[in-house]
């Protein structure tokens, strides 16, 4: 089951950051946290993992609190092809991908 | 991280008929595992698949229903029978890639 909690929509001025927060506060030790999107029904993409620091790629940064109980996906410049459901997923190497409701972010002009 | 190909992407089925679904993965992978994503709801785990074993079903899913076939560590196939118009959704295939899993892209079934 899903261990995750996202609120279930944002929206965000294409240019600007879009800060997307992840709740997983029972997450394990060797948990990692994982950022999925999925645009249009198509396979989710994935975009960044991290398990206590914080991480960065050409899609965006990934910022986990100290005590890792939370996180928050930050698109530093949001486009309109950036609209999309994001899911936050916790996961180790043993346990299933289990999906939780998602945020749908909508980028607006 | 590698790569699936997923079949078909789309169809619409008659009631009472049987539907299977195939993946094809560029690499060997020793687990693959079955979503179904029902209209506007999040992805939800049928199975999860291992070459040489039966699969191995979450809690709501039976096999008589999903029969899940995984001959090689290359493919699978999901298939969905005895269809009823709750089971349009759209199906999808994933296994563990490099930076966690990676999904096929997807089958849209219509149940008519």
């Known amino acids: 089951d899903a261990k995750t909690t996202q609120p279930p929509s944002m929206d965000c001025a294409e240019g600007r950051a879009a800060n997307l927060p992840c709740n997983h506060s029972?997450?394990?030790?060797?948990?990692?946290v994982y950022w999925y999107r999925q645009i249009h029904s198509q396979g989710p993409q994935y975009i960044i993992h991290?398990?206590?620091n914080n991480e960065t790629n050409e899609m965006a940064s990934l910022i986990i609190t100290e005590d890792r109980k939370s996180s928050t996906l930050i698109l530093p410049h949001a486009t309109l092809r950036d609209t999309a459901v994001y899911y936050c997923?916790?996961?180790?190497?043993?346990?299933?991908?289990?999906f939780g409701s998602g945020t749908k972010l909508n980028v607006k002009p | 991280s590698a790569v699936i190909s997923q079949k078909p992407s789309r169809d619409i089925c008659q009631r009472g008929t049987s539907l299977t679904i195939q993946c094809q993965v560029d690499s060997q992978v020793t687990m693959m595992f079955w979503y179904r994503q029902q209209p506007g709801q999040s992805l939800t785990l049928i199975a999860t698949a291992n070459q040489g074993s039966e699969a191995t079903y979450e809690s709501g899913f039976v096999i008589d229903k999903f029969p899940i076939s995984r001959p090689n560590l290359t493919f699978s196939t999901l298939t969905v029978s005895n269809m009823s118009p709750e089971d349009s959704s759209i199906y999808l295939c994933s296994t563990e890639g490099r930076d966690g899993y990676t999904f096929g892209s997807g089958t849209r079934l219509t149940v008519v």
């Open positions: 029972t997450i394990s030790g060797n948990e990692y």
């Open positions: 997923i916790s996961h180790d190497n043993f346990n299933k991908f289990y």
């Open positions: 991290g398990l206590k």
